[in-house]
């Protein structure tokens, strides 16, 4: 069965700390992986993962994919308190309609 | 932002029920998808749409079905609605020069059905 597996449910930090965020996944016909950041409202896309080892940057977050163990993760740098939110990791398959999203990653972010 | 709407976007209905939750966007993107988030599962596909009048079904798509007789419109309709419909549904558009990868969201509709 497919599935996308994020850890650690969630994570409390302070600001200005560097923080981590892992997905694995499992799933047939791999396509791309999709990290998306949920406020308290719809999700917003941030990256879109391809190939392995290259790296995907937007200001302070940072993400990369590594396909042979299967795994991402997304990495924030010095982290603010606009930073909280639940981060969702997605894996689309080659057909591009099937999407599996994992339970995602809250984050609070103390001042 | 991408140019979606959601409608209603809050509603309570009784059990048994029927209910239809509309999508419409002005991006004339060719995919479109609906959504149900619930607290432990993230989000989880119900049907999507890849044309006017091409519809399939996502892994969660017992007890709802969808029509989509124009671009820029997306329905779900819950044809009697339970208990365990109660959630947010949102709907989401890819860009069709990009093929169906990058989704964007609209705003959600929270339904609960007592």
């Known amino acids: 069965e497919d599935k996308v597996v994020q850890s650690p449910l969630s994570l409390v930090v302070h600001e200005g700390d560097t923080v981590t965020l892992n997905c694995s996944y499992e799933?047939?016909?791999?396509?791309?992986l999709l990290w998306y950041k949920q406020e308290k409202k719809a999700p917003t896309f941030l990256f879109m993962l391809?190939?392995?080892?290259i790296e995907k940057k937007s200001g302070r977050l940072s993400s990369i994919l590594d396909k042979k163990e299967l795994f991402s993760i997304l990495n924030i740098t010095a982290t603010q308190t606009g930073d909280s939110a639940v981060y969702l990791c997605?894996?689309?398959?080659?057909?591009?309609?099937?999407?599996?999203f994992g339970a995602g990653t809250r984050l609070f972010v103390k001042a | 932002d991408a140019g979606i709407t959601q409608s209603p976007r809050h509603k309570v209905t009784e059990t048994g029920t029927p209910v239809t939750l509309r999508c419409h966007q002005t991006?004339?993107?060719?995919?479109m998808y609906w959504y149900r988030q619930d607290p432990g599962h993230g989000l989880r596909l119900i049907h999507y749409?890849?044309?006017?009048?091409?519809?399939d079904k996502g892994e969660v798509s017992d007890g709802y079905s969808v029509s989509r007789s124009k671009t820029e419109d997306f329905l779900l309709t819950l044809e009697s609605a339970t208990s365990s419909q109660t959630s947010v549904y949102f709907c989401?558009?890819?860009?069709?020069?990009?093929?169906?990868?990058?989704?964007?969201f609209g705003p959600g509709t929270r339904l609960t059905v007592t």
């Open positions: 997605a894996v689309v398959n080659t057909g591009g309609f099937k999407t599996i």
């Open positions: 991006e004339n993107h060719r995919y």
């Open positions: 989401a558009i890819s860009e069709s020069d990009r093929g169906p990868y990058e989704q964007y």
């Open positions: 799933v047939t016909n791999f396509r791309s």
């Open positions: 391809t190939s392995s080892g």
């Open positions: 749409s890849y044309g006017v009048k091409d519809t």
